[in-house]
């Protein structure tokens, strides 16, 4: 009896834990929080490495196996969510100096383009300076009402940012892109840096094949899926599975939630569509009440190792 109310206490003490990441380079003018630095990741990296069990296999924590809990470890996965192509360039060789494996969930409608959309609105919302020149601009491409540029004449970038997002989200990604690019020259607007790019399909290929990689789906054009019709949703989740089939062969079997976005209709099809794990943004230890369909994962803000440790309790 006392050896397994040790094993529960050691269980409850040492909770598995999934960390969420979008890019690894200088921080970013725009006004997502989405960005860790190369020093700041390679410390949190090595804490992992010399304090912590990193697995190999996602599903490991995803089946609330209790050998997780071995030896009183810490255990974690470690995931990146969109594709950008720093996750093969700057995040891939720290994670290799480590020895820590990694899932990449992959938005496939921009894999091969120039930018993620959300970063080149970033970009141009981020310019306090420009923001009557940005309203009326977007005023002109029908973008936002009249009756709304009064108002965000005098608003944060932040607001601006929200307002513009509203739209732009509900169109399809050419039409978007196009908007974007003509709002860019009306405002000026410089190009965006190209290390803020997605990888494109050679670069997934190699990103794929290394040992410590593990690459998942993460929707086809980054939808809202809890905010979707179902047949939209339907749709973007299967045609994301298909793409990536297209380029790595039938192999995926994790996904991510856009946004963290989901609900019953959602979690469904992503069931329907032959996925076995999937992951949303709930900002929590794996529990063992935990869906597999619905399991939480912790997004990773720009600190060092020590701050780090502080806050995932690890020993520093």
């Known amino acids: 009896m006392t050896k397994t109310i040790r094993r529960v206490e050691s269980a409850a003490a040492a909770p598995a834990r999934v960390l969420a990441f979008h890019r690894v380079a200088p921080p970013t003018a725009g006004r997502r929080n989405l960005t860790v630095t190369a020093d700041s990741f390679s410390e949190q990296m090595q804490v ?5 069990f990193v697995d190999a296999q996602i599903d490991a924590i995803a089946s609330h196996d209790r050998r997780l809990h071995r030896r009183g470890r810490h255990h974690f996965a470690i995931t990146f969510d969109d594709g950008y192509v720093d996750n093969l360039t700057t995040a891939l060789p720290i994670l290799e100096q480590n020895d820590l494996p990694v899932t990449v969930f992959i938005s496939t409608a921009f894999i091969g383009k120039p930018y993620f959309w959300w970063d080149r609105l970033d970009e141009l919302t981020s310019n306090a300076d420009q923001r009557s020149t940005l309203v009326n601009a977007a005023c002109s491409l029908q973008l936002l009402a ?3 540029e009064d108002e965000l004449a005098v608003a944060t970038p932040d607001q601006i940012n929200r307002a513009l997002e509203r739209r732009l989200e509900r169109l399809v990604l050419e039409e978007r892109n196009d908007l974007l690019d003509e709002l860019s020259q009306l405002t000026g607007c410089k190009p965006l840096d190209s290390s803020a790019r997605p990888l494109n399909e050679s670069e997934l290929v190699r990103l794929a094949s290394h040992p ?3 690459i998942g789906c993460h929707g086809h054009r980054h939808l809202k899926l809890g905010q979707s019709d179902r047949a939209d949703a339907a749709k973007d989740i299967l045609h994301s599975k298909q793409a990536l089939a297209a380029v ?3 192999r995926q079997h994790t996904f991510a939630y856009p946004h963290g976005s989901h609900d019953k209709t959602s979690v469904s099809l992503v069931k329907e569509a032959g996925f076995s794990l999937a992951f949303t943004t709930d900002s929590r230890p794996v529990s063992i009440l935990d869906s597999k369909w619905r399991l939480p994962r912790i997004a990773t803000a720009d600190i060092g190792g020590e701050e780090f440790a502080r806050r995932r309790r690890l020993p520093i």
């Open 212 to 214: 410590l990689v593990t």
């Open 248 to 250: 790595l062969g039938p």
């Open 48 to 52: 992992l490495f010399r304090t912590a």
């Open 146 to 148: 009249e009756q709304q």
